[in-house]
C-alpha cells in the first residue's frame, strides 16, 4: 500500500495543485493553454524523441509480451469505440475517449511502480509498455481523429490530409524522427540528451497541473456514464483482458506477465488530455476519467501488487 501511495499520491497532488491554483487566481484562465502547448509542442516531443533514441530495439523481440500488453491496450480501444457508436460523438471525440479507457500511465507511475514492485528485473518489460502506450496506441488515436478532420470527398485526398495531419503533429513526429536518429547509430551528445531529459521530464508534472486547471474552469455538464465507462474499462477491463492474454495465453514467464498485468491497471496518463486540447475537442470525460482513476488505482493497484508480490 506504501509503494502504490507513494506513486499516486504525486499525480493527484500535482492535479490538486493547478486546481487550487486557478481558484485562487495564481494562475489566469489563459494558463491552460500556455502550459498545454509548452507541454504537446516541447516537453512531450523531447521526451518521445528522446525515449526512441534509448530504446534497445532487441526488447522489442519479446512478441508475446507485446502481443499481451498491447492486445489489452488495443481490444480495451475498440470496445470503447464499440460501445460509443450510438452517441451523437463525433469519431474524433469517440477516438480521444477510447484512448484515455486504453491509456495507462506507464511513464510517471509505471516505471517506478514496476521497480519498487518487482526490482530491476521489471524494467525492460515496462520500458516496452511505456514505449508502446506513448506511440502504438497514441498513434491509432491521432490516425481516427485525422480521419474525422479529413471531409474531402476523394478517397485518396482523404488520405493525403490524414498523412499530412500525422507528419505535421509534433506527437507523431518526434518518436519517428527519434527512431530514424537511433537507426543512424549516432549517439546523442552528452549536452543534448541532458538538455532533453530535463525539457521532457516537464511533461508529466506540467500536464498535471494543466488538468487541474482546466478542471477549476465552468465546463458543460458531462454524461456521467461516458466517464464511468472509460473508469471501468480502464481499471478493470484492460487487465482482465491484458492478464488473460499474459497468464493463459502466451504463459509468459513471472516477471514479464506480472508486470504486464500491473502496468495495464494503471490509471489514464495525461496523454489523451493533451491530444483533446491539441485538437480543441472536448476534454471534459477525460480530465474527469484522469482523475477518477487515478483515485481508484489507489485500491486496485494496491490489490494487483499485494496479489503479485510475494
Same mark, same amino acid.
Given at each position: ?6 506513486? !499516486? ?6 492535479? $490538486? ?30 521526451? /518521445? ?29 475498440? /470496445?470503447?469505440?464499440?460501445? #460509443? ?21 506507464? @511513464? ?46 476523394? =478517397? ?8 499530412? @495531419? =500525422? ?14 536518429? #537511433? ?24 500536464? /498535471? ?12 455538464? !458531462?454524461?456521467?456514464? @461516458? ?30 506477465? #506480472?508486470?504486464?498485468?500491473? =502496468?495495464?491497471?494503471?490509471?489514464? @496518463? ?5 491530444? $483533446? ?13 484522469? /482523475? ?11 490489490? =494487483? ?6
Amino acid at each position: 500500500m506504501q509503494t502504490v501511495l507513494a506513486t !499516486v499520491f504525486p499525480v493527484f497532488a500535482l492535479i $490538486a495543485l493547478g486546481f487550487g491554483a486557478a481558484k485562487v487566481n495564481i494562475l489566469a484562465p489563459q494558463s491552460t493553454d500556455v502550459l498545454n502547448r509548452f507541454v504537446i509542442y516541447l516537453a512531450l516531443p523531447a521526451m /518521445l524523441f528522446r525515449a526512441m533514441v534509448g530504446t534497445d530495439w532487441a526488447m522489442l523481440g519479446n512478441g508475446p509480451y507485446i502481443l499481451s500488453f498491447g492486445g489489452g491496450m488495443i481490444a480495451t480501444f475498440a /470496445l470503447m469505440m464499440l460501445f #460509443s457508436m450510438r452517441s451523437r460523438a463525433s469519431l474524433a471525440d469517440r477516438a480521444v475517449n477510447a484512448l484515455a479507457a486504453s491509456y495507462p500511465n506507464t @511513464g510517471y507511475m509505471g516505471l517506478p511502480l514496476a521497480l519498487m514492485a518487482f526490482g530491476a528485473p521489471s524494467l525492460p518489460a515496462a520500458a516496452v509498455a511505456m514505449l508502446m502506450t506513448t506511440c502504438v496506441i497514441f498513434g491509432i488515436a491521432i490516425v481516427f481523429i485525422e480521419m474525422d478532420r479529413a471531409t474531402t470527398p476523394s =478517397l485518396a485526398h482523404t488520405l493525403a490530409k490524414v498523412a499530412w @495531419g =500525422l507528419l505535421k503533429n509534433p506527437l507523431m513526429l518526434s518518436p519517428v524522427l527519434g527512431a530514424a536518429y #537511433s537507426a543512424s547509430g549516432i549517439g546523442l551528445p552528452v549536452a543534448i540528451d541532458r538538455f532533453l531529459e530535463l525539457l521532457g521530464g516537464s511533461a508529466s508534472p506540467c500536464a /498535471l497541473v494543466t488538468i487541474g486547471l482546466f478542471l477549476a474552469e465552468r465546463q458543460t455538464v !458531462v454524461p456521467h456514464g @461516458g466517464v464511468w465507462g472509460v473508469v471501468l474499462l480502464k481499471l478493470f477491463v484492460q487487465p482482465a483482458i491484458t492478464g488473460f492474454l499474459a497468464f493463459r495465453v502466451f504463459e509468459l514467464p513471472p516477471i514479464w506477465a #506480472s508486470t504486464a498485468l500491473l =502496468l495495464s491497471a494503471l490509471p489514464i @496518463g495525461t496523454g489523451p488530455f493533451m491530444l $483533446a486540447k491539441y485538437y480543441r475537442l472536448d476534454a471534459g470525460v477525460t480530465s474527469r476519467a484522469i /482523475l477518477l482513476t487515478t483515485l481508484g488505482s489507489v485500491v486496485t493497484t494496491a490489490l =494487483l501488487v499485494a496479489w503479485l508480490v510475494p
